[in-house]
T-cell receptor, first 117, second 110 residues
């Protein structure tokens, strides 16, 4: 149980284009989803938190106009990197927290490797 | 400010050589402490959640313990497939976000 998927697993795009990454909780309803960024040999950096049906909360220093987050349903959240540039190249990972129980465990997706040329 | 540190930064063990990883934290009230395993190029895989001092959890060769200031992940008779980065995270009582430690890179040599 508690499986989270991400699509695509990797993407290469040209500078200036937009890229959408999907995060789905496959066997549970996620009231909260999180988006992280991870640089090589570093730990996870929280970008934003999204609750179903409401606007995402972005961490300090994260541009909300560049990283658009939509949490349209209890099983789907999307991250759109708009007008991507080479410095946006990174490993993006989502996680989902199951609601309705006494557990705050976050279950992570497999990650999406974004390379911007 | 909430902080999590992990030691050692990297650990190399021979197969069968038991050891422990440390996660030290400072937080204004602990709601939960979480251990994850992360393989290169993949998302973290959930291992354990600990909620109160004295609590212990076990899974195969892994055992996690919690005190008021730190947690240990004990690895008994490790195998090469246990090689990974082990991440510790804490959740403060006042919020839902995790504070992650930098991780410990474990290598188990055959």
């Amino acid at each position: 149980g508690a499986v989270v998927s991400q699509h695509p697993s990797w993407v290469i795009c040209k500078s200036g284009t937009s890229v959408k990454i999907e995060c789905r909780s496959l066997d549970f309803q996620a009231t909260t989803m999180f988006w992280y960024r991870q640089f090589p040999k570093q730990s996870l950096m929280l970008m934003a938190t999204s609750n179903e049906g409401s606007k995402a909360t972005y961490e300090q220093g994260v541009e909300k106009d560049k990283f658009l987050i939509n949490h349209a349903s209890l099983t789907l959240s999307t991250l759109t990197v708009t007008s991507a540039h080479p410095e946006d190249s990174s490993f993006y990972i989502c996680s989902a927290r199951e609601g309705g129980r006494y557990t705050d465990t976050q279950y992570f997706g497999p990650g999406t490797r974004l390379t911007v040329l | 400010e909430d902080q999590v540190t992990q030691s050692p930064e990297a650990l190399r063990l021979q197969e069968g050589e038991s050891s422990s990883l440390n996660c030290s934290y400072t937080v204004s009230g602990l709601r939960g402490l979480f251990w994850y395993r992360q393989d290169p190029g993949k998302g973290p895989e959930f291992l354990f959640t600990l909620y109160s001092a004295g609590e212990e959890k076990e899974k195969e060769r892994l055992k996690a313990t919690l005190t008021k200031k730190e947690s240990f992940l004990h690895i008994t008779a490790p195998k090469p497939e246990d090689s990974a980065t082990y991440l510790c995270a804490v959740q403060p009582v006042y919020g839902q976000n995790f504070v992650f430690g930098p991780g410990t890179r474990l290598s188990v040599l055959p």
